[in-house]
C-alpha cells in the first residue's frame, strides 16, 4: 500500500483533483479557524496540517503573524505545489510548505507554538495517533488545534428523497475508506486519547452556511464536479456502490439545488483547543 493511502485513505477519492481543490481553496482563515484566531501572537510558529492548496495557511501567516512564520504540511505533492504556488503570488515570505505524513510529522518534539488541522482527522483511520503526533511537535504551552464537520450531520433545504440517497452514498464510501464521518462529535474523546485532560480543552462549534445565490452556486457546482471529475465517481462506482447513470444524476441534483432561490445548505463544525503540558 503507498503511503498516501496508508496517511490519509480518503485521498484515493478526494486528494489533490482539481475538483477537490477548487472547494478547498474557499477556505480561508476567518471563515476556517476563527476559533483560533483571538490566540495567535504576531511571532508565532504555526503549523497546518493537511493544508491542501494552503488558503488557511496563506491567511494566517499574511493577516495574523506578521512576525511568525506557517509551515503547511500536507500527503499530496499536487496540493503542496499548488499551496506554494498561492503564496507566490500572493507575495508572502513568511510560510513554507513540505509534504508529511500526519502520524510521522517530519519534524523535531516541540517546534510549534501552535499545531493546527481543518477537516482532516475525519478522513484517517485513528484520530487520536493523528493528534498525538500533533501534540509531539508543540511546544510546552502551545496550542492543538483541531475543526471537523460533524458529516453525518448535513443540513439541506429541501430535503429530498434523492438528496438522502447521494448523502447514504457519500457515507457510504466514506466508511469503505476506513474514515468516520461522525469524527466531529468526539473530538474531545480523541484529544483525551492523545494525552490530553479534560481541563486542558476548550470546545465549541460554528457552521458553514450556503444560502444566499452566489454561495448557493459555488456549493451546487463544486460537489456536481466532484460526482462528474472527481476520484469520488470511480471509487463507487468500481466498487459497485453507484453506476455513472447514478452519479450524472447526483450531479443535476446539485447543480439544481444550487439554482433554487430557497434553497439552502449548513454544514456545522465540531471545534477543539488543546493547551500542551508536557511537564
Known amino acids: ?12 477519492y478526494a486528494g489533490s483533483s482539481a475538483s477537490v481543490t477548487k472547494g478547498h481553496e474557499w477556505r480561508t482563515a476567518a471563515n476556517s479557524c476563527a476559533y483560533l484566531l483571538p490566540h495567535l501572537e504576531p511571532s508565532m510558529r504555526v503549523l497546518d496540517v493537511g493544508c491542501g492548496p494552503g488558503t488557511i495557511s496563506c491567511d494566517l501567516a499574511a493577516n495574523y503573524l506578521p512576525r511568525g512564520h506557517v509551515t503547511g504540511v500536507d ?18 515570505e513568511n510560510i513554507s510548505f513540505t509534504t508529511g505524513d500526519i502520524f510521522n510529522l517530519p519534524f523535531p ?18 484520530p487520536a495517533a493523528a493528534i498525538e503526533e500533533m501534540r509531539r511537535v508543540a511546544k510546552p504551552g502551545g496550542l492543538v488545534a483541531c475543526r471537523e464537520s460533524i458529516m453525518d450531520g448535513f443540513l439541506w433545504y429541501p430535503l429530498t428523497p434523492d ?3 447521494w448523502w447514504d452514498l ?31 480543552m476548550t470546545s465549541s462549534s460554528s457552521a458553514w452556511c450556503y444560502c444566499d445565490e452566489k454561495e448557493r452556486k459555488y456549493w451546487g457546482d463544486h460537489w456536481a464536479d466532484r460526482m462528474l471529475t472527481s476520484a469520488f465517481r470511480r471509487d463507487a462506482v468500481s466498487r459497485g456502490f453507484c453506476t455513472n447513470e447514478d452519479m450524472d444524476r447526483y450531479a443535476r441534483l446539485w447543480r439544481e439545488w444550487g439554482a433554487q432561490d430557497e434553497g439552502s445548505f449548513i454544514l456545522v463544525h465540531a471545534e477543539i483547543l488543546c493547551r500542551v503540558d508536557k511537564s
Open 109 to 126: 518534539d516541540n517546534t510549534f507554538d501552535v499545531v493546527h488541522e481543518h477537516q482532516v482527522l475525519q478522513h484517517i483511520y485513528d
Open 1 to 12: 500500500m503507498s503511503p498516501a493511502a496508508i496517511i490519509f485513505p480518503y485521498a484515493k
Open 163 to 165: 438528496k438522502k440517497e
Open 75 to 92: 500527503a499530496s505533492v499536487d496540493c503542496v505545489e499548488k499551496a506554494a504556488e498561492n503564496a507566490q503570488q500572493r507575495g508572502i
Open 170 to 200: 457519500y457515507v457510504q464510501v466514506v466508511k469503505s475508506h476506513g474514515a468516520n464521518p461522525g469524527t466531529g462529535r468526539m473530538l474531545h474523546v480523541f484529544a483525551r486519547q492523545a494525552g490530553f485532560s479534560r481541563d486542558a
